[in-house]
C-alpha cells in the first residue's frame, strides 16, 4: 500500500468513526422518539404524535445522508476495480455496492413512510 492509498485509508476511517459517533446520537434520540410515542398511545397526546413523527423524519433524513456516503464510497470502490483484481474481490466489491445500493433505497422508504403516515400507524426502525 502506497503512501496515497494508506492516507485515503486513514482518512476514511475518521469518517467512519464519525459515522459511529452520528449513530451513537441517532439510537439516543431514538429513546427519545419512544417515550414520544409511548406518551402519545398511553395520553392520546396529540402533540407527542407530532413530535414523534417529526423525529423520525429527523432520524430517518440523517440515516439517509449516512446512506448515501456509504453507497458513494461502494460506487467509488467499484469504479476502482482492475481488471487484475481477483474474481472474488470483483465479486464482493460488486454486492458490497448492491447491498450499499438496497439500505440507501430502504432508507428512502422509511423517510416516505414517515412523511405519509400522519396516523402514526406504522412501525418503523432503522436497522
Same mark, same amino acid.
Given at each position: 500500500?502506497g503512501y ?39 395520553y392520546n ?10 423525529? =423520525?423524519? %429527523?432520524?430517518? *433524513?440523517?440515516? !439517509?445522508?449516512? $446512506?448515501?456516503? #456509504?453507497?458513494?464510497?461502494?460506487? +467509488? ?12 474481490k470483483k ?9 450499499? =445500493?438496497? %439500505?440507501?433505497? *430502504?432508507?428512502? !422508504?422509511?423517510? $416516505?413512510?414517515? #412523511?405519509?403516515?400522519?396516523?402514526? +400507524? ?6
Open positions: 500500500m496515497k492509498q494508506l492516507q485515503e485509508k486513514l482518512n476514511e476511517l475518521k469518517i467512519e468513526e464519525f459515522i459511529w459517533i452520528v449513530y451513537i446520537g441517532i439510537i439516543i434520540y431514538s429513546f427519545y422518539s419512544n417515550s414520544l410515542e409511548r406518551k402519545y398511545y398511553v397526546d396529540l402533540k407527542s404524535k407530532e413530535k414523534y413523527r417529526k423525529t =423520525l423524519i %429527523i432520524i430517518f *433524513s440523517i440515516l !439517509i445522508i449516512v $446512506y448515501l456516503y #456509504f453507497l458513494k464510497d461502494s460506487y +467509488d470502490s467499484l469504479k476502482s476495480i482492475k481488471p487484475s483484481d481477483s474474481e472474488e465479486n464482493l466489491t460488486y454486492l458490497s455496492f448492491i447491498g450499499s =445500493l438496497l %439500505i440507501a433505497i *430502504s432508507g428512502f !422508504i422509511f423517510l $416516505y413512510i414517515a #412523511f405519509k403516515d400522519e396516523n402514526v +400507524d406504522v412501525e418503523i426502525a432503522f436497522n
